[in-house]
Each structure stands twice: as structure tokens, then as C-alpha cells.
């Protein structure tokens, strides 16, 4: 008679055993996760161009499995010819862009008592308001913010702190680029070496979350380029067709990439054109047509378009999805906003896999 093996049951010795293993496993695997969020909260600008750089490697990589499918190319052929496309296109934004923002904000340093008396003409009018019990009108309301902001970056550490941000703004952008190169050359090797941080027992549920996973996220930032699309579409119509501001399709352009960074993208974007439209205000009506236009874009973006494009592409409730953004700002900052949907979807789509539900 030939000897068979003996297979043991989950009732047996050898079977406890296994339920051990990977039970501990799965312990070391939360808490490196756990970990792993504490670092990112205290790391998270150092974070932030590996984030953005990932994110944009992740929606450009069906790009460069189409090119390589049509081509026939090697993958990486595909993968530098969309990084090229890129930092072209990156680089006429910032040479039509910059030398733009550079001319307004050397305007506005220049004329800023100017600025802040229209400003404060188009809200107050000819009146006077007391502050601090003493009455002022528009112009000595202007003179004294202005002394104020001069005297606040006048200040040796505020000087050094916007010279620390803007080399730090600097030395990211090319780190993004350089991340990115790597991000769109090393994609797939860069996903098996996620899947093989996961314990082997957990590998295959690893992969069943994914392939539901992966079409889901597509919807959602597909959702979010729809977003960006109509936001500088609209921003542009708004800002340089009806109200006539110059820089029209720099600000709209502006106006789409912040709006890809919700809560704070919005309000920036809106700070920044107000202060052009006051700027070149020749009377109330421009300020009066800036606000009316900021308020329809916002409520057309928050009301209409964002929850509909996001949370149908998502599957997401819009109040999940405001409270992700809330809860990733408060807790990681701007890594936090970027990645909030993701993760949650993530999670959703892990509880669905690992109960059998159809997400």
C-alpha cells in the first residue's frame, strides 16, 4: 500500500497552529498600520509630493498600459512619454503662469493701501464704522490694515519663514517630477511590493479587494477631473468673458487645481480672484458681478456637480465625503484631504470582500 499524507483539520494541532500564525499576523499588520498613521501625521508635508505625485502616477497608468497595448513599445517607452507630456505641460503653465502671478502680486504689494480701500469702499460706502469705539471711514480703514501687513511681514521671522516656504515650495516642485518619473516607470513593481508588505495568508483577499477596488477609484478621480474641467471652464467665463478681468485664464486655470483640493482650494481660489477683481475695479459693479459670480460657481460646484460627479462615482454619501475631507485636513493636512475618499473607499470595499457583499 502507498502512504497517503495525513491532512489536518482546523480541529487538530497543525490547524490551531495556522489560526495562530495568522492571527498574529494580522495583530503586526494593525499595527503597522497604526504606526504608519502616526508618522504620517507628524510627516505630512514631507508626505505631500510623494501623495500628489502617486495620485497622478495612478491616473496616468491606464494611459501607459493603452500606449503600450496600441504601440507595442516597451512599458517604459510609454511611461517617459506621458512624464514628457507632463512636464511640458507644467512648464508653459508656469511660463505663461508665474511671470502673471508674479506682475499681480508686485501690483498689489505696491497699490495694497489702494486695494484694501476699494475693498473696504465696496463694502462700507461712504459710511463710517466703529472699531474699537472709534469711527473710521473707508480710506483710514485701509491705512491701517495696510500699516498692519506691512508691519506683520516686516517682521524678521515672518521674512524668514515666507523665504523657508517658498525654497521649500520649490525644492517639492522638482521632487515631484522626479517622483513622479519613478512613480510611472516603477508602477507595477511598486504595487507587487505593497501586496507583499500584507502576511501571505491575507495576500488573496489583498487581491480580490483590489481588483474591486481599482475600478471604483477610477470613477472617483474621473469625477474629480470633471470638477477641474468645469471649474476652469466656468472660472473662465466668469472671470475673463463677463467681468473682463485680466489674467482670465491664468485665475481660471488656478481656479480648477485648487478645486482639487477641497475646503481649503475653494476659499483660496476665491480670495485670489477677489483681490483681482478689486484690483481692477472701476466701481462697485465689478465687485458686486465678482461676488455674484463666485457665489453661483460654488454653489453649482458644492450643491450640484461635486456631490453628484463624486459620490456617484464613488458610491459615497456627499456628507461621508465632506466629513472625509474634514476629518483627512484635521488629521494629516493636505495628505490627509487628498487621500480622505480613497481610504474610505478602501475600507468600504475591504468590509464588503470580507463579508461577501457586492460594494
Same mark, same amino acid.
Request: hydrophobic share 60%; charged share 10%; aromatic share 10%.
Given at each position: 500500500?502507498?502512504? /497517503?499524507? !495525513? ?177 510611472? $516607470? ?35 478621480? #474621473?469625477?474629480? !477631473? ?34 482639487? $483640493? ?24 465689478? !465687485?458686486?458681478?465678482?461676488? #455674484?459670480?463666485?457665489?453661483?460657481? /460654488? ?21 461621508? #465625503? ?35 457583499? !457586492?460594494?
Amino acid at each position: 500500500m502507498s502512504a /497517503r499524507p !495525513i491532512e489536518r483539520r482546523d480541529g487538530e494541532p497543525g490547524g490551531d497552529a495556522k489560526r495562530v500564525e495568522a492571527a498574529s499576523n494580522r495583530t503586526t499588520l494593525y499595527v503597522a498600520l497604526a504606526v504608519a498613521a502616526v508618522i504620517a501625521h507628524e510627516l505630512q508635508w514631507v508626505l505631500l509630493p510623494f501623495v500628489i505625485s502617486g495620485l497622478v502616477a495612478y491616473i496616468c497608468t491606464p494611459l501607459i498600459d493603452w500606449l503600450t497595448a496600441r504601440s507595442g513599445a516597451p512599458r517604459f517607452v510609454a511611461a517617459i512619454a506621458c512624464f514628457l507630456a507632463l512636464f511640458i505641460a507644467a512648464a508653459i503653465f508656469a511660463a505663461f503662469g508665474i511671470p502673471s502671478l508674479v506682475r499681480e502680486l508686485a501690483h498689489l504689494t505696491t497699490d495694497l493701501q489702494g486695494t484694501l480701500e476699494r475693498l473696504a469702499k465696496a463694502a462700507i460706502g461712504g459710511r463710517t464704522v466703529a472699531f474699537f469705539g472709534q469711527p473710521l471711514n473707508a480710506q483710514q480703514l485701509a491705512t491701517a490694515g495696510a500699516a498692519d501687513i506691512r508691519q506683520w511681514i516686516g517682521q524678521t521671522s515672518r521674512i524668514a519663514t515666507l523665504g523657508s516656504m517658498a525654497f521649500a515650495a520649490a525644492f517639492g516642485a522638482i521632487l515631484l517630477f522626479v517622483l513622479l518619473f519613478y512613480f510611472l $516607470i516603477s508602477g507595477p513593481s511598486l504595487a507587487r511590493g505593497a501586496l507583499w508588505l500584507f502576511p501571505s495568508a491575507d495576500r488573496p483577499f489583498a487581491r480580490a479587494v483590489w481588483r474591486r477596488l481599482d475600478p471604483v477609484l477610477k470613477r472617483y478621480f #474621473i469625477g474629480v !477631473i470633471l470638477i477641474l474641467v468645469y471649474a476652469t471652464v466656468a472660472a473662465y467665463i466668469g472671470l475673463g468673458l463677463v467681468l473682463g478681468i485680466k489674467h482670465a485664464a491664468f485665475l481660471a486655470f488656478l481656479t480648477g487645481i485648487l478645486e482639487i $483640493i477641497p475646503v481649503i482650494g475653494p476659499g483660496a481660489s476665491a480670495a485670489i480672484g477677489g483681490l483681482a477683481a478689486v484690483h481692477y475695479a472701476k466701481g462697485i459693479g465689478l !465687485i458686486l458681478g465678482y461676488a #455674484i459670480y463666485a457665489v453661483a460657481l /460654488r454653489i453649482s460646484i458644492d450643491q450640484i456637480l461635486g456631490p453628484v460627479a463624486l459620490g456617484t462615482a464613488a458610491r459615497l454619501h456627499p456628507v461621508l #465625503i465632506i466629513f472625509c475631507f474634514l476629518a483627512g485636513g484635521v488629521l494629516f493636512g493636505l495628505p490627509g484631504i487628498l487621500l480622505a475618499v480613497p481610504v474610505a473607499l478602501t475600507v468600504r470595499t475591504a468590509l464588503a470582500v470580507s463579508r461577501g457583499e !457586492i460594494a
